[in-house]
């Protein structure tokens, strides 16, 4: 695949994959999510790789979910809701080496649910996290949700949710959502070397940790499966595309019109 959203490479051990989208905040469309597939499944199955890095272009985003000029009413590839987010998120998980996000910037809305998603997340100081969704008619009602429950207890992700709020990288930390954060210039020094510690390990040790926690939440990608298909219906609606009209038109959405009016 000649990648045009994204950055491969590999070296000592450690392929990065970089969402290479700046000028959209690395937002993410269906090629994109098609792109990272298939670099997560080149580095996840390459016996020479022992660690994945995911990270963003540039200094102002990780990622911050789907581009909503690919979104009116619904995305433009395949899954559930036009993105392929069901193999995307699953791809993650699956392969059997550790994936570090490496966070600069906004992790927002489904950018969040990838650096969640990730085994590990370090973040230099300039991160800054939360949730979207439904500021934009939207929601991620699986490994967003239930997963983010798992992590950072059930109250904390409700708040996530339901206030949509914006958490330092330090805040971030202290609940739980991510693993460590450095000085913005020290981040990269910081995942070489936690990338350093874990090639120094059995890979199939890894490989078997990794799968154990995973199957202890497993579920959850059938709450994802389920979750996307209600959302994709919801995408029909004149509620959920005020969202999307009002994000294009930077004003406030009005959804409570739309919901009383049972549209």
């Not at 969704?133 to 009602?141: H, T």
Request: hydrophobic share 40%; glycine share 10%.
């Amino acid at each position: 695949m000649n990648y045009q959203d994204i950055l491969y490479h590999e070296a000592g051990g450690v392929a990065t994959i970089t969402i290479n989208r700046p000028e959209s905040y690395n937002a993410f469309r269906a090629l994109t999510c098609e792109e990272l597939i298939h670099a997560f499944d080149r580095a996840g199955w390459n016996r020479s790789i022992g660690v994945i890095v995911l990270t963003g272009a540039g200094d102002k985003a990780f990622c911050t979910g789907g581009d909503q000029s690919a979104h009116s009413g619904s995305y433009d590839g395949r899954g559930s809701i036009g993105l392929p987010l069901e193999p995307l998120q699953g791809v993650i998980r699956s392969v059997p080496k550790p994936v570090i996000a490496k966070v600069r910037g906004y992790a927002i809305g489904g950018g969040n649910v990838l650096a969640l998603l990730c085994d590990l997340t370090i973040a230099a100081e300039s991160a800054i996290f939360g949730q979207v969704g439904p500021k934009v008619g939207s929601v991620d009602p699986g490994f967003g949700t239930a997963f983010l429950a798992r992590v950072v207890g059930e109250k904390k992700a409700r708040e996530i949710w339901y206030l949509c709020r914006r958490y330092r990288a330090d805040q971030a930390l202290d609940m739980g959502m991510i693993n460590a954060v450095v000085p913005d210039a020290q981040l990269d020094d910081e995942v070489d070397q936690w990338c350093h510690e874990i090639l120094a390990h059995s890979p199939t040790a890894l490989a078997l940790a990794k799968s154990s926690f995973n199957a202890d939440t497993q579920h959850i990608a059938g709450l994802s499966n389920l979750g996307l298909h209600a959302v994709a219906l919801f995408y029909e609606t004149d509620e959920s595309k005020e969202g999307v009209a009002a994000f294009k038109e930077k004003r406030r959405p009005n959804f409570r019109k739309q919901w009383c009016d049972g549209s």
